[in-house]
């Protein structure tokens, strides 16, 4: 069954600073992941995924994930954080066996920028 | 204009009520959700339909039944409310056949139930 883990319940950085955010799968078949941010009182948006090419993709204000086959690991990064990317993060992957459209959610990590 | 809509935003209700949760998408989408997002904000799955039908059904209780009179809406009707109930309900769409199943999902802003 596939699976995605969010190690840390809470990432904690300063303005300026780079940022991850790890998130690590378990596939049976290719991997296609995917990063979502929810704002306090609002529903999820799609920042960025992975389907196939190249290991690091570059998604919306700023992000980018490396993914890593060997590690299984789909890291969100950004190099320098700002106060409004505080949020709650996801990590997904996507269930193709299920017609793909079954997506399955990490826990999530809630990422606090300090000014 | 809102790509996905959800109504009611908030429900407030008493335990063993009935009620209906309606979403709308206006993004051409062949494929609709519907997620509950627990007090520890863990997100899961419910339902998935593509074009009108049912192809995710996931441990859900038989209160629940989903409800798609075409492609860009997704109701979801609760029957017989219980305290568990209480949570966010998302709903979300994306291109699901065309794209291979892995089109960008996007979410409703939520309805935010209450069973008191």
């Known amino acids: 069954a596939q699976s995605v883990a969010q190690p840390e319940d809470q990432v904690n950085v300063a303005e300026g600073n780079p940022l991850t955010v790890k998130c690590t799968y378990s596939?049976?078949?290719?991997?296609?992941l995917f990063w979502y941010v929810q704002y306090p009182n609002r529903g999820l948006q799609f920042l960025l995924k992975y389907i196939t090419g190249d290991n690091l993709v570059k998604g919306s204000y700023g992000f980018e994930a490396e993914f890593n086959k060997s590690q299984t690991s789909f890291h969100l990064k950004k190099p320098s954080a700002l106060v409004s990317d505080s949020a709650l993060y996801f990590c997904?992957?996507?269930?193709?066996?299920?017609?793909?459209?079954?997506?399955?959610f990490g826990a999530g990590t809630r990422l606090f920028v300090k000014a | 204009d809102t790509a996905v809509s959800q109504t009611p935003k908030y429900l407030v209700t008493q335990m063993g009520n009935d009620k209906s949760i309606k979403c709308e998408q206006n993004?051409?989408?062949?494929?609709m959700y519907w997620y509950k997002q627990d007090s520890k904000k863990f997100l899961k799955i419910m339902f998935s339909y593509n074009n009108k039908e049912l192809i995710i059904n996931e441990t859900v209780p038989n209160r629940f039944s989903p409800k798609s009179p075409d492609k860009a809406h997704l109701n979801l009707h609760i029957n017989s409310l219980e305290l568990g109930d209480s949570a966010v309900y998302f709903c979300?769409?994306?291109?699901?056949?065309?794209?291979?199943?892995?089109?960008?999902?996007?979410f409703g802003p939520g309805t935010r139930l209450l069973v008191l």
């Open positions: 979300a769409s994306s291109q699901g056949s065309l794209a291979g199943g892995l089109g960008t999902q996007y």
């Open positions: 997904a992957v996507r269930d193709i066996g299920t017609g793909g459209f079954k997506t399955i």
């Open positions: 993004l051409g989408h062949d494929t």
């Open positions: 596939v049976s078949g290719n991997p296609y």
